[in-house]
């Protein structure tokens, strides 16, 4: 009976976790982020093309990679959307939906998973709770996010994995071989991931899994059939392209300042191969600092400023006791939580982005977890030590803390990343694409610069897809279409894409130019020749909208 | 024994000598090669030994002399005759005096903090609190903030005294970031891609760092406050975490490595430990000569780029 009445309560108190963290991922998440993303709208129109068609942009048939803008696009997020495209029709809401929803689901699958992991009931309340406001969840729920999805499909598979550990039932040996399969297809650093984190489990239940021998073939078997295309495009198809070009190896500070590119008659032991795994090392360990975990790793806001971390700065002492306790104490799955942890950052380490944190967002849940085991201790050391008198002006800092924690995190969020990072997401593209759209019968040709940037054209956007979302251009007709022109450019319908030449183009009659005031000077065009301007959120012109007369 | 000992402590004084003459030949940081200061760093070296002798063992005390004296941190610190060198010196003497003719601990504590006060107040380095790009930084915000309706909330919120409370604190957490110490993530004189200490040297740091937090002796706290003393000059440095500052604390860092170290080798017949200590062996001796290889080849071109920027 006490504890059907427990059941009861956790229950309620999941059931407002889940309301509450289903409010802050969705209020408003059409208007902030501010703008589609080039990812968020490829996806987008890659899922309408399929919806219509069967077929991508390309016109491939239901394809395992994407192309897209040549960064060959998993399948599972374009997949997911079809369902709330077709319903919803091609818009913000609908391609920002399924990430939404998964995210919600994630808090009553997160509680699962913990407990699966620790098996108390206070830690894993704790953790979820954590994972509600966390700043990282929240902000990869807001928009098409395929490492939430991926992360979404790896706890499923766990917690189906460890119940196959632990129960012994087909069941969860397939189903946690269909979760774990799927996130391989949902994002890159799966991958490796994925793998590696099985081959861990496998190792740290070696003796479980003796006796469950026909599940785990099972397990494998399926495992390897639903990823050999996967695996075969990896290593010999087009999503080697992808690989290489993420690859640590092509990073910037490693070619110009590590290897010091090029340079000859180099001894074998100073090859940049060597210095590449140092390289590797230093990226890894990186991912500790401070910087990143508290105070700008979302890059929500300009570099160098106080932004907001994928932490919250309360969280601090909680992890630092939880990592004090994981040594210290005999805490249960103790080993798959420090072979999580390290092994996640492996991914992201490999590739030649500084701190990227989607690349790194599967360690969440542990650091969640640690925080909720040090948070716990941290209750105890206070409840134990202190006197009354301190403890409650312990606590009231700590509330106070956390306070101002959430309401900078509310500022940053709200105000201050529209404000900075709108280019970003370019901001402002959509404005131009619906003028266009609504003038396009005026004009033989609208020519869009895909070069764009405030302080330098150093941004290549992909105007055309964002033409092809807003429209909801027919996909058959676009498959269809000859899209590269005979001077070089790329085209549909009256659209161009090409750099504009302001030296050149100011004489073409009929014609819609639009671009960045680096390819359209005002100074260079006649007042009455310029349509519209079009600004960011900071007051900074992004585009400018011209006629020639 | 005592004589194999200085035989020990001979030879890795020549061993730094010679990595100092390599780094100083290659790399041409200063006009001419000052002496004067690889001296001093061979002072450095042979306090550090005593230091940790008293304190920990004579083979810790050792090993840490070879970790001092193979370090491109404290090389290319001497080679460029960087100040906190001579503040290392200073430290290092008055730890070494405080031990021999036992003075109050308090005093010993005061006078550290108030000789690394006047010290990087005579270099004029206390750049946090005009931190010009952390002021326009927080203007920015509020400017932001202000044409919003959370205007009210801003004025409390993003104020600069909460910024540089921050600042300061974050300033502190960063010199914890174990890429500054075991990576060529902080460049060494702004140009270096040499790693302060070698990366292997991280899996004896974790073992050294675990026993020194379960075995610190109760009556030794006081030792741990001038640890966070020495941290003051990198915490409000402008460009924190600072490496030429931080090497106050690098004899304590070459101090845990070396004890971890020794509790691999003493536990060598275990497998775990014999693996760790071949691993750490394998994993430092490659980077040791590429680092070499680094220095001869690619840190005189670093070198020039850097100089070019500036």
Request: glycine fraction near 4%.
């Amino acid at each position: 009976m006490k504890n059907l009445k427990k059941g009861k309560y956790v229950f309620i108190f999941l059931l407002l976790l889940t309301i509450l963290g289903g409010f802050l991922r969705s209020y408003k998440n059409t208007e902030n982020p501010i703008s589609l993303s080039i990812d968020e709208v490829s996806f987008g129109y890659n899922a309408y093309s399929i919806l219509k068609t069967g077929r991508d942009e390309y016109g491939k048939f239901l394809p395992l990679s994407f192309k897209s803008t040549g960064d060959y696009k998993n399948p599972v997020p374009i997949y997911s959307m079809v369902p709330s495209i077709a319903l919803f029709g091609l818009n913000e809401f609908s391609i920002r939906l399924p990430t939404l929803i998964l995210a919600t689901l994630s808090i009553p699958v997160f509680f699962l998973f913990f407990i699966e992991i620790t098996s108390s009931m206070a830690i894993s309340l704790i953790a979820t709770s954590l994972l509600t406001i966390s700043p990282w969840h929240i902000y990869y729920s807001r928009y098409v996010s395929d490492h939430l999805i991926a992360m979404f499909l790896v706890i499923l598979g766990v917690i189906c994995f460890l119940r196959m550990i632990r129960k012994g039932r087909w069941f969860w040996s397939v189903a946690s071989s269909i979760f774990l399969s799927l996130s391989l297809y949902t994002y890159y650093a799966e991958r490796l991931f994925v793998p590696l984190l099985i081959l861990s489990v496998f190792v740290l239940n070696i003796g479980v899994l003796k006796k469950q021998i026909k599940h785990t073939i099972l397990f494998t078997l399926i495992c390897s059939t639903i990823c050999a295309p996967l695996i075969f495009s990896t290593f010999f198809g087009p999503d080697r392209a992808r690989a290489q070009m993420t690859w640590v190896g092509n990073d910037v500070e490693f070619v110009r300042n590590v290897a010091v590119k090029p340079l000859q008659n180099i001894p074998a032991i100073g090859s940049e191969n060597f210095l590449l795994f140092y390289f590797v090392a230093r990226k890894y360990l990186n991912y500790f600092d401070p910087a990143f975990l508290f105070y700008s790793g979302l890059n929500l806001t300009k570099e160098d400023s106080y932004g907001l971390g994928v932490l919250y700065l309360f969280e601090l002492p909680f992890l630092i006791a939880g990592i004090i306790m994981l040594f210290k104490k005999n805490i249960r799955n103790k080993k798959l939580i420090i072979t999580w942890l390290l092994i996640g950052l492996i991914p992201a380490s490999l590739t030649n982005n500084e701190q990227h944190p989607g690349r790194t967002f599967f360690i969440l849940p542990m650091i969640l977890l640690i925080s909720a085991i040090g948070a716990m201790e941290f209750y105890k050391f206070i409840n134990n030590y202190f006197s009354r008198r301190l403890k409650k002006i312990i606590y009231i800092i700590f509330v106070s803390l956390v306070v101002f924690n959430l309401t900078q995190a509310l500022l940053i969020y709200t105000v201050h990343f529209p404000y900075q990072r709108g280019e970003d997401f370019m901001e402002g593209t959509k404005e131009t694409v619906l003028y266009s759209l609504a003038n396009k019968h005026k004009y033989k040709e609208i020519v869009f610069d895909p070069y764009r940037g405030i302080e330098a054209p150093y941004i290549v956007s992909i105007p055309h897809m964002y033409i092809l979302f807003y429209a909801n251009y027919d996909p058959k007709i676009y498959q269809e279409e000859t899209k590269m022109r005979v001077d070089g450019s790329f085209g549909f319908d009256n659209f161009i894409i090409r750099k504009i030449d302001w030296r050149e183009d100011r004489f073409k009659k009929d014609t819609l130019f639009i671009g960045s005031p680096w390819s359209l000077p005002e100074k260079d065009i006649k007042n009455e020749e310029i349509l519209k301007k079009i600004y960011l959120s900071n007051g900074a012109l992004a585009f400018v909208i011209v006629s020639p007369n | 024994m005592i004589r194999m000992g200085s035989l020990q402590l001979i030879f890795i004084l020549l061993i730094s000598l010679l990595f100092r003459l390599v780094v100083n030949y290659f790399i041409p940081i200063t006009q001419q090669i000052n002496l004067f200061v690889i001296f001093i760093g061979m002072v450095n070296l042979i306090l550090v030994f005593i230091i940790i002798r008293r304190l920990i063992n004579f083979k810790v005390g050792l090993l840490s002399s070879l970790l001092y004296a193979i370090s491109p941190w404290t090389a290319y610190l001497e080679i460029a005759a960087n100040p906190y060198i001579f503040l290392l010196t200073f430290l290092l003497i008055f730890f070494l005096g405080i031990q021999f003719f036992s003075i109050n601990k308090k005093i010993y504590l005061l006078l550290t903090l108030l000789v690394i006060v006047v010290y990087i107040d005579i270099f004029n380095q206390f750049t946090v609190f005009s931190d010009i790009g952390l002021l326009n930084s927080v203007n920015e915000y509020r400017g932001e903030t202000n044409q919003s309706v959370f205007d009210p909330i801003g004025k409390i919120i993003e104020n600069k005294y909460i910024y540089f409370s921050e600042h300061i604190l974050f300033n502190v957490l960063k010199q914890f970031t174990p890429s500054t110490y075991f990576s060529n993530q902080a460049h060494l004189l702004g140009f270096s891609f040499s790693p302060p200490i070698y990366l292997g040297f991280i899996i004896p740091f974790m073992f050294g760092l675990i026993k020194l937090i379960k075995f610190f002796p109760k009556n030794r706290k006081y030792h741990l406050l001038p640890f966070f003393f020495l941290l003051l000059p990198s915490i409000f440095s402008k460009n924190s975490p600072d490496l030429s500052r931080l090497v106050l604390i690098a004899p304590i860092v070459f101090a845990i490595v070396a004890s971890g170290i020794w509790e691999l080798i003493l536990n060598y017949k275990r497998k775990k430990y014999a693996f760790l200590l071949l691993l750490t062996i394998f994993i430092v001796g490659i980077q040791f000569a590429i680092t070499l290889v680094d220095i001869a080849i690619r840190e005189p071109i670093r070198l020039q780029m850097f100089l070019g920027q500036k």
